[in-house]
């Protein structure tokens, strides 16, 4: 792009963002939408019929309003809700009417597997810091989802998979409560039970939580609040209604164990057992602790397959093992410094973490048997044939200042050696200091500044510094961010996911947003990104200018298009790759939705020697749904580089995964997976039967067949493994 064209965009940025601050109408905010729980002397049964006469005694809500497709509009169905507590349980029902209960969504699925059913939610802000929220979810077979709600999402550059969903709910979290639900032909209903044991809340006589009541409608891309939900207020939570209990309710000191069995074989080797626990203490409702010993942190939910041909950075995979996800929100912060899957495989794990007043704190210590390297330039290279252990320490406050804003602290310490040595041959160590603030209500401030020191087999490096400064603002239709980083050469983070290092990136955003609001189209997104990169030398590194479109309607309809033109130097040579990619997700029936994706354009090789090729990618996913309790997915990726467009092919990586789920009950299903990798001529085959009565009581019985395509073309098998885990939940 010529300099003319960068000077010009830089000028409109700067004048849409001096006119925004100066000319933004002020956000209006909602009513005091308050309830007062009622408290019911006799708990209903949770069976999923309304019959019960203690809802009677309960405070009803019904007022529910539109957010989409059309914002304050009345809603299509009507919706009732019913909220009580008594001394252990916040009690809550849903009635949803519906004029075409024939056509209400909803599959028999595995806890958490919930996707584009008709649903209900509870948000409930329990410190009603407007921060975050439990989230708990169920669909009209009664099947259950839940997860936190993080209103702050402080990462400038997290890698695939790491924000949770267009809802913004971390569903990896997991909490006991019970739930049934009940169709009849007038609609559904559903009753929850939500043991206070279950909720970290503030140590008082009394009550205040922020909450929120959702109830989805996919087939009419319908989407429900109480209280109303408008764009014209910057974030979610402070738009909550007010919870208020006035009763003492059971908090606190209360002791959950969860022993578990894991029995092992893999072919050739004898059949092997190991018994771990899991402990988790409520020392006050505000503070939890929890103990791992010689903890099961298998994957009994396997990774999607990725891509990992020809790709310039570290992929990266969600956290899903529930030791970690107890207060993880908590170690968030602008930069990465805290991703857990770098604690690999821990003997022991222990953490505390809660909330005092207006701070959060959250400490943890693992040591872990199979560390990931420390790296740091000039260092050797990890020998991965050396058996390595690393003691992990973490330290984390978070001071809230006003209702939307904080400043945090941040101590992290990897000390690690050979096996049988001394545990502090290598270290890492970084120090930071972190902020959020809100101000002129649609903007938005954060920074980090972090220290960090670090030795590799002798070799140490200066205390070093990352930084990081972001702004964003979001309005009713003007969404507008600026990013700053900088990271430099030596910088290490051991225990946290940084893509790349020796930058001073900027990196800006603007995109506007219309509002048709009608059944066939709600929102239209046009936006431009820019981007530029130094490196601690003062060249220039990246340079890239992205054109994006996204449009949101119909049954779910996301379409997205996308247009990049960028220079990248790697390895010295100056490169200018140009790529359009497009996708389309949706979900027009309810036994079938999918996603399209397709992108071709002048790509870069990485390589010693790096040249400019043409890629072209094509990707889908089906999910179909022949019964309620059977679901089938298939993904299929097929990416091809090429010398130049018209060239020879370099390479080629087609992924194929399949996924059959049949759910026989809430609690017992089946799975079989396969995945094949054409690059690596490689299968992985996966079957597992499971029993799930709660997050922690469970049984699993699996096995796992790796094959690998030999000279004759036949895939032999290089491995076979067997696994049998049992755990049980006690709540004490």
């Keep these: 792009m010529c300099k003319q064209l960068k000077g010009w965009i830089l000028v409109t940025f700067l004048i849409l963002f001096t006119r925004l601050l100066l000319s933004s109408q002020p956000q209006v905010l909602p009513k005091n939408f308050l309830v007062e729980a009622r408290y019911l002397e006799k708990a209903p049964v949770i069976d999923g019929h309304l019959g019960n006469p203690e809802w009677a005694a309960a405070a009803v809500i019904e007022d529910f309003v539109q957010y989409e497709p059309q914002e304050g509009g009345q809603p299509s169905e009507k919706t009732i809700v019913w909220i009580g507590y008594d001394q252990k349980y916040l009690y809550i029902a849903f009635r949803c009417l519906d004029s075409r209960s024939t056509e209400i969504r909803c599959s028999l699925c595995q806890r958490d597997k919930v996707h584009g059913d008709d649903v209900v939610s509870v948000y409930l802000d329990t410190f009603n810091d407007k921060k975050r929220a439990f989230v708990f979810q169920v669909n009209p077979k009664g099947v259950q989802v839940d997860g936190v709600y993080v209103e702050m999402m402080p990462h400038s550059g997290r890698g695939r998979g790491g924000g949770g969903g267009f809802d913004r709910i971390d569903r990896n979290w997991n909490a006991y409560f019970k739930s049934a639900a009940y169709r009849d032909e007038q609609g559904y209903t559903v009753e929850m039970a939500i043991p206070f044991k279950s909720l970290r809340f503030p140590n008082t006589p009394s009550q205040v939580w922020g909450i929120m009541f959702r109830r989805q409608i996919p087939r009419k891309s319908e989407d429900l609040y109480w209280p109303p939900r408008s764009r014209s207020v910057n974030g979610l939570l402070i738009q909550a209604g007010q919870l208020v209990i006035n009763r003492n309710v059971e908090k606190g000191k209360n002791l959950e164990l969860m022993p578990a069995v894991i029995g092992s074989k893999a072919s050739g080797d004898r059949a092997s057992a190991e018994v771990g626990a899991n402990i988790k203490y409520g020392i006050t409702s505000d503070i939890t602790a929890d103990l791992a010993l010689n903890p099961d942190f298998s994957q009994i939910e396997a990774d999607l397959p990725q891509n990992d041909v020809n790709q310039r950075y570290a992929l990266y995979f969600p956290e899903k093992r529930p030791f970690f996800l107890e207060g993880k929100d908590i170690f968030d912060t602008p930069i990465e410094l805290v991703y857990t899957r770098k604690i690999v495989s821990p003997v022991w794990a222990a953490k505390v973490s809660g909330k005092v007043n207006k701070t959060s704190f959250g400490i943890i210590s693992a040591m872990d048997d199979l560390p990931v390297a420390i790296d740091i330039l000039g260092a050797p290279e990890f020998d991965d044939t050396v058996s390595y252990r690393a003691l992990n320490n973490i330290v984390r406050l978070r001071q809230d200042l006003f209702a939307e804003s904080y400043l945090g602290f941040i101590v992290s310490d990897k000390e690690m050696g050979q096996t049988g040595s001394s545990l502090f041959t290598d270290y890492n160590r970084l120090v930071g200091l972190d902020g959020l603030f809100k101000f002129l209500e649609y903007n938005r401030l954060s920074f980090q500044l972090v220290g960090s020191k670090s030795r590799v087999a002798g070799v140490e490096t200066e205390l070093v510094p990352a930084f990081n400064l972001s702004f964003n603002h979001q309005s009713r239709h003007l969404g507008i961010s600026l990013d700053w980083n900088s990271i430099h050469p030596d910088f290490e983070a051991g225990l946290g996911f940084i893509r790349r290092k020796n930058i001073h990136s900027l990196n800006s955003r603007i995109g506007y947003t219309f509002l048709p609001e009608n059944d066939l189209i709600i929102s239209i997104t046009p936006s431009i990104s820019y981007r530029r990169i130094y490196d601690f030398n003062r060249t220039l590194t990246d340079n890239d200018v992205d054109y994006s479109l996204i449009i949101n309607g119909w049954r779910q309809t996301f379409i997205f298009l996308n247009y990049s033109d960028s220079f990248e130097k790697y390895n010295g040579v100056d490169l200018k790759p140009k790529e359009f990619r497009g996708s ?141 885990k049992f755990s049980y939940w006690w709540r004490i």
């Design 584 to 724: 389309i997700f949706s979900a027009p029936l309810s036994w079938l939705s999918g996603r399209i994706m397709y992108s071709f354009g002048r790509s870069i090789y990485y390589s010693d020697d790096p040249y400019l090729g043409y890629r072209t990618s094509f990707e889908t996913e089906m999910n179909f749904r022949p019964l309620a309790n059977i679901l089938l997915s298939y993904t299929f990726e097929d990416t091809d580089f090429y010398e130049k467009k018209g060239g020879e092919k370099i390479y080629q990586v087609m992924i194929l995964s399949q996924r059959a789920s049949i759910q026989f009950n809430k609690n017992l299903f089946l799975r079989i997976i396969t995945d094949y990798n054409d690059y690596y001529k490689k299968i992985f085959l996966s079957g597992l039967i499971g029993y799930e009565l709660n997050p922690g009581t469970v049984f699993y019985l699996g096995v796992e067949d790796n094959r690998e395509q030999d000279v004759t073309g036949h895939f032999k098998s290089t491995g076979r493994y067997y696994f049998l």
